[in-house]
């Protein structure tokens, strides 16, 4: 028995916002973030658009595709660092919004590896309780957490939600997964609490709830790490990176993708990449494109997937699934 996904679900906000809307903003062009990133759009949450709606709406598309009510919900897990309030859990309000009056909710933070942590979560609850179903949700309102006058940041990040749902099944689920986090390197990627009402706890040198990143160390940190927790999986798993049908990394960076795809001696139709058209939505990355590559037929029954992230804390993993 193992915890496998039994449906997907994504939701993005309506607006697009392009490049060259980018060039009126900060100083900068479409061709740099084009040849910097791979990113060409990304979407911006608007009314009615805040994070638990986004989450909700994603969560509904995953429970039709699995055939699931909102009631048989024992468990709701939501991966964000941009909730809308920091108390009740982004978590409590979409269990509400679904009416999942069965599911005890909560939120977590792992940054752009949250989808991940929290699918390990869920996997280790279903394995403890193999009737349970449990929605595991990545959503992120980014746009509310960059500073728009910061062109090192600003241009690479975007809004969404991606959701699954997962359950027992006995021939396919995650077969292995491989977490880790290092600390030390906060401050190469961070994001400040609000300013604190303690004026004894304020920081009079934060610039805020926006964030901040060391762009070129954070790339360097992510490719090296995703390359080696991914041998790791494939090592103890003895498998080679041909064994696998479909790898899903984090969307960070067109770059980023490339360069471990080159290392993990990967071919590039191996590789799923969305981040042209949403850029880095954090812990949302990897459910909107499980999602999407569910949608396009990309993951036949007992394909091998490969999903990896890196983020902030720093925070990384890898983890495999027979689909
Ligand atoms: O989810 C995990 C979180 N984050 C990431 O994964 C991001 C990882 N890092 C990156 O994706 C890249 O480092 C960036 C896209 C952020 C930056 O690309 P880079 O090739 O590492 O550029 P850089 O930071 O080395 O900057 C090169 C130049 C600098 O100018 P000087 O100092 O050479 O004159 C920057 O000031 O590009 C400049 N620059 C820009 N120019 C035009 C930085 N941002 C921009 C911009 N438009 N938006």
């Known amino acids: 028995m193992r915890a496998a996904v039994l449906g997907t679900g994504s939701s993005l906000p309506e607006r697009v916002l392009t490049n060259t809307e980018l060039e009126r903003m900060v100083e900068t062009s479409d061709e740099w973030i084009r040849t910097r990133t791979g990113i060409r759009t990304r979407r911006i949450a608007g009314p009615d658009e805040q994070n638990y709606q986004l989450a909700t709406r994603a969560a509904q598309h995953a429970l039709t595709a699995a055939g699931i009510a909102a009631q048989d919900l024992g468990l709701i ?25 069965n599911a005890f909710a909560f939120d977590l933070n792992a940054a ?12 280790k609850y279903i394995a403890a309780d193999p009737k349970m179903k449990v929605l595991v949700i990545g959503s992120e309102t980014l746009s509310a957490r960059v ?16 959701a699954c749902v997962l359950g027992s099944a006995e021939e396919r689920g995650i077969l292995d997964s491989c977490l880790l986090s290092d600390g030390s390197l906060w401050n190469l990627l961070y994001m400040d609490s609000p300013a ?3 004026p004894d706890l304020l920081d009079p040198e934060s610039k805020g709830c926006v964030i901040q990143m060391s762009g070129r160390d954070v790339f360097k940190y992510a490719v090296r790490a995703m390359e080696d927790v991914v041998r790791q999986l494939l090592e103890r798993q003895q498998l080679s990176i041909s064994d696998i049908s479909l790898i899903i990394p984090h969307q960070a960076n067109i770059r980023i993708l490339d360069k471990l795809a080159d290392r993990l001696g990967a071919q590039a139709n191996q590789v799923f990449c969305n981040v042209d058209k949403y850029g880095n939505t954090s812990a949302a990355s990897i459910p909107i494109a499980l999602d999407e590559a569910v949608r396009q037929g ?10 990896c992230a890196f983020g902030g804390g720093f925070t990384w993993g890898s983890m495999l699934l027979k689909w």
Request: glycine share 10%.
């Open 77 to 101: 897990i939501v991966a964000t660092i941009s909730p809308h309030m920091l108390m009740p859990s982004c978590a409590c309000f979409v269990q509400t919004e679904l009416g999942a009056n």
């Open 112 to 123: 752009c590896s949250g989808f991940l942590y929290a699918l390990d979560v869920a996997r």
């Open 147 to 162: 500073d728009w006058e910061d062109r090192n940041t600003c241009i690479l990040f975007g809004d969404g939600a991606g």
């Open 196 to 198: 604190s009402k303690n």
């Open 298 to 307: 990309r993951l036949q029954r007992g394909d091998k997937l490969l999903l």
